[in-house]
């Protein structure tokens, strides 16, 4: 049967593996033999499903968004992600990684992060077991970020500046690597998104699926059926994407749309819209599509929304492009901002700048009056209100 998971060599179609130096070889090789034991362990299950219970608040409701649907003239339901402890979706795999950790023995943890937001779910799930926690952040972004170096400092994680490069997240990631590659046997590293070298993509995967998960009993309770006909999600790393697609992902009934950030246009220089403008190459260990220039250097990205400013995409959505799986769709800084507004004033929901990307689709792609369109609502907009203040001068 054709598949769009993973393959036992963290392949999706031609992207995925793990391409990484001798020297993490062996870190990589403990969580590649061990994850999926793990994962399958009832004691890590219980914990695991307690703590989404419990601590982050799932279920999270599928909400029939009335307003929005008139407007659109199709059923549009959002997937509440915002109401995750933290305020977006990051924590499912944090929760499940720190828990993955202690699986392994594992008494430090490193992450990397650029706008702060994964940072920031790290920092929460280490104060919550009481583990030492490093992150790793680029000088720019510390003082871009403040409010999220605070938070972060405020649950007990050392922030580290990492001084080379450009100081933004990639310089950062680099900083983690090196520092994994000197504790291979205490540390575990976070990552945040489903990027990376093998296993983390299919790690990070399965930890989001309990997003789709609920979504099929929500909608068979709402209305008869487990599957909608559209799925769709903001897509940076595209673990929230991968989330609400897990479980649909084989299933050629329901639509994937993939909805990334076109910052000032796609053709501005200025953008992140990878699967319009990325060549296949190497990023953070793992073969996919990244921006790049014509000798091979990763390209500085830009978007309006922190968490979608990444110069590739994860494996899943490389080949969900390349093989037509996936529709994806570029959406300006311009047209998210509008759509936030927009989603704000229909629905009482302020939306994280990100998910409002999401949001601008309808005014791209018409749907049918019976078509079910489920959005994923990654994250709430407390995080962005300067920005939508200075933005809309409110
Ligand atoms: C981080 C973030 C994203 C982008 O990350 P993905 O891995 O692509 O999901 C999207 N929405 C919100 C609210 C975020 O915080």
Known sequence: MKTY???ERGYYGEFGGAFIPEMLYPNCEELRQNYLRVMAEPSFQEEFRQLLKDYVGRPTPLYFAERLSEKYKTKIYLKREDLCHTGAHKVNNTIGQILMAKKLGKNRIIAETGAGQHGVATATVCALMGI????????????????????????????????????????????????????????????????????YPDMVARFQSVISEEIKWQLKEKEGRENPDYVVACVGGGSNAAGIYYHYLDNPEVGIVAVEAAGKGVKSGESAATSALGKVGIIHGSKTLLMQTDDGQITEPYSISAGLDYPGVGPMHAHLFKSGRGEFISITDDEAMTA??????????IPAIETSHAFAIFDYKKFEPSDIVVINLSGRGDKDLQTYIDYFKL
């Open 5 to 7: 998971h993973a393959d």
């Open 340 to 349: 936030g507004l927009e989603i704000s004033q229909l629905e009482g929901i």
């Open 132 to 199: 030492e926690c490093v992150v790793y952040m680029g000088e720019i972004d510390i003082a871009r970020q403040a409010p999220n170096v605070a938070r972060m400092k405020m649950l007990g994680a050392e922030v580290r500046p990492a001084l080379s490069g450009s100081r933004t997240l990639k310089d950062a990631t680099n900083e983690a690597i090196r520092d994994w590659i000197n504790n291979p046997v205490d540390t575990h590293y976070i990552i945040g998104s489903v990027v990376g070298p093998h296993p």
